[in-house]
């Protein structure tokens, strides 16, 4: 039986390394296209978009006693049979419910994404062209963004959300001098850059008021700790998959 508005959360086991290796190579690819290697970059690009489809959480099921998560799109390629539950917990609504609590290794990407920007602008300097230099804030808003989902406690909502935007807004603000002071651009490229500054900001404020509606659930097992994201009624979903889960055993 399929669990509607519950997903496999790529954050261990082997969706886990596909969808980090994935999401490093999309940073690698963009440093390939702003060194103009285009067909190295084209390349890389794709082989990433394909680790992270393989890896996605496509859905949950229930089957003979047992919780089935799927991963890959548009068809399941990897999946995981978990046949004792020990504990369910909504992550997102404990107190100081952290997600790197339980995934640490989940943190070790958001990390190279953030520094590896800050790392090539000061390893090549003006010898990059300024006209790509604005997608290097790309990979750096995401890193951010992902630390502060893994590391930031989402009790308090609001407060979460102005700490987080502070946050963000101050790290993109370092990177954004370091790319003025280095290449001092002017006019046209200095706007670019500015109106891009702003726009990521907003769309993390956007992007992160729409995510943190939904519910991350903890589900400890017998074959180790997996994350589902829930996008219902927190409550009637865990009272579902607890009635089904008897009722197939």
Known sequence: MKLENIYPASYSGLPGILNSLGMILIVVAMFFNVSENLKLGFVTFWIAWVLLLVSIGKEVEVKNGKLILKYGFPKPFIKVEISEIREIEDITKLKKGRIARYFRQALVVPILVL?????????????????????????????????????????????????????????????LLMILVIFKPVGEALLILVMSYLLLVMSFVIFMSISLKRNVILIESDRGCYALVCFGDYNELIKKLSKVMQSES
Do not use: D, H, W
């Not at 090549?124 to 995401?142: H, M, N, Q």
């Not at 893994?150 to 963000?168: D, G, P």
């Open 115 to 175: 520094i590896l920007p800050y790392i090539y602008i000061f390893a090549k300097g003006t010898t990059i062209s300024l006209r790509y230099v604005v997608f290097l804030l790309i990979p750096a808003f995401v890193g951010i963004m992902l630390i502060l989902y893994f590391t930031m406690t989402l009790s308090n909502y609001r407060e979460f959300l102005r700490k987080a935007t502070i946050i963000v807004a101050v790290v993109l603000a370092v990177l």
